[in-house]
């Protein structure tokens, strides 16, 4: 049994960081793993003619397509954890999804789910596949109202904050097999600020030592983070997708949508999930999802100070990882590369970064950015 107890957010973090998130071509296929899957999925999804098909994701997982019936009769969506590190957490989001569906939220369902490692080196799940294109692609060919999106998006937030979580941080994969009742979902820290700071110094070291940010300015970063930090302990924990963004999110421009990748899900802050939205986003669309929120759940005392502190954290772990893979110095097809390519990709994460901490450094209690 493995422990997210070191981890702020497992893509950075993990002992192979960013493992899988560089592949392309045969290895992004994995045909040596599409074949073992096959073998092992006959039997749990009862289909003696099953077929797996590369899905082409660009995460930190292998996906696959399995088609039952020919290519003409069931289907079904396949994720692959394959790292060394041997990462149990997909039992934790298979049990997320289940408890989220039957709360009413749009999510998939779990078909199955193995993270064991008893039958092959790797977890794996399947999902329910959802024939609809993600949020992203309509947005990148101008068909999506993105607030009014994002709208829909905020009131979703609400509904899944509904679910009982305590502590904070990542979920305790023993917890969550002790059994039911509202402490099955419980985070790893006692703290809201533990869970916040944790690795925050590494994470600036990194940036620092990769010519990303200045000394002075990632020092600048760690004091005002600190003279907020202490907000965060009355947080009442909620829970938070933590991977929340328009390609993670499926349905045509109107909705319905449906809500997927919960394998970064943690126990937060209520304003983590909008600062994330922040990640990407206008302040406009921002504003739009909170109101959206608000109309279902109370906002949170000085929750813009909270959206900021986020913001902050989230554009941190962004930047390592982006530094980390490369992303800036691409200009192919990456879904997350807007028309300025890997360059514009940069000047954008710098600018939403210092955008935090500038927000943070006036007592902003607002919601706008530039």
């Known amino acids: ?208 030592e990769r010519g990303f940010i200045e000394a002075a300015e990632a020092a600048a970063i760690r004091d005002i983070a600190q003279a907020h930090g202490s907000l965060l302990r009355d947080t009442p924990p909620c829970l938070v997708h933590k991977d929340l963004a328009l390609w993670n999110v499926l349905g045509p421009p109107a909705g319905p949508y449906t809500y997927i990748d919960w394998d970064d899900a943690v126990s937060g802050d209520a304003m983590d999930d909008f600062s994330l939205l922040a990640c990407f986003h206008p302040a406009a669309g921002v504003r739009a999802a909170l109101d959206a929120y608000a109309s279902r759940r109370p906002l949170p005392p000085e929750h813009a100070t909270r959206f900021w502190l986020h913001l902050l954290r989230n554009m941190l772990v962004k930047s390592v990882i982006r530094v980390g893979a490369g992303y800036f110095e691409r200009n192919d097809d990456l879904f997350i590369l807007g028309a300025g390519g890997g360059a514009g990709l940069k000047r954008f994460t710098l600018a939403r970064l210092r955008a935090a901490a500038d927000a943070l450094r006036e007592g902003r209690n607002s919601i706008d950015y530039e």
Request: with cysteine; net charge negative.
């Open 1 to 208: 049994m493995s422990s997210r107890a070191g981890i702020y957010y497992w893509k950075c973090d993990r002992a192979h960081a960013l493992h899988g998130t560089t592949l392309k071509g045969a290895e992004r296929d994995a045909p040596q793993a599409a074949r073992l899957l096959t073998g092992l999925l006959r039997a749990p999804l009862d289909a003696p003619d099953l077929e797996l098909r590369p899905a082409g994701g660009q995460g930190n997982h292998l996906t696959f397509t399995a088609h039952a019936g020919h290519g003409g009769g069931r289907t079904w969506f396949v994720r692959v954890e394959d790292g060394p590190e041997a990462d149990d957490y997909m039992e934790v989001e298979s049990a997320l999804l289940a408890s989220l569906k039957a709360g009413g939220l749009r999510v998939p369902a779990v078909i199955h789910s193995d993270a064991t490692r008893v039958h092959a080196p790797f977890a794996v799940q399947v999902l329910e596949r959802v024939e609809a294109p993600d949020l992203n692609r309509h947005f990148k060919v101008g068909e999506l109202d993105l607030n009014a999106a994002l709208a829909r998006i905020g009131e979703a937030v609400a509904q899944w904050q509904a679910l009982p979580v305590q502590g904070y941080g990542p979920f305790d994969i023993a917890a969550l097999r002790a059994g039911a009742g509202p402490g099955r979902f419980k985070g790893l820290h006692a703290a809201a600020d533990d869970y916040y700071f944790l690795n925050f110094e590494r994470h600036l070291a990194f940036l620092v």
